[in-house]
């Protein structure tokens, strides 16, 4: 059974950091594609940032240069550096394996002065 679990949320300045980290149990973990995704208060979720098994990354344009997404396949671990925080980042953030339809209980982000 694949599961994730999110943590690494807080309350945060603008123009602060905070690293997210995505802890999945699962096979070939080292196989899948993960992505980080966040929903804000009557906002659709958004894929935020994802990462194939081969280390490739791409990211939505609102967190471009901001947003760093990586993995340690050792750790079946998943991260979220994230940097330059504004207050419309604030949202619940979730990680996945694209494609599939599982999701932990996310991790609260409020970017606020």
């Known amino acids: 059974q694949v599961q994730f679990v999110e943590s690494g949320g807080g309350l945060v300045q603008p123009g602060g950091s905070l690293r997210l980290s995505c802890a999945a149990s699962?096979?070939?973990?080292?196989?899948?594609?993960v992505g980080w995704y966040r929903q804000a208060p009557g906002k659709l979720r958004e894929l935020v940032a994802h990462?194939?098994?081969?280390?490739?990354?791409d990211y939505a344009e609102s967190v471009k240069g901001r947003f760093t997404i990586s993995r340690d396949n050792t750790k079946n671990t998943a991260y979220l550096q994230m940097n330059s925080l504004k207050p419309e980042d604030t949202a619940v953030y979730y990680c996945?394996?694209?494609?599939?339809?599982?999701w932990g209980q996310g991790t609260q982000v409020t970017v606020s002065s």
């Open positions: 996945t394996r694209l494609g599939f339809d599982y």
């Open positions: 699962g096979s070939f973990f080292w196989l899948w594609t």
């Open positions: 990462i194939n098994g081969g280390g490739s990354t």
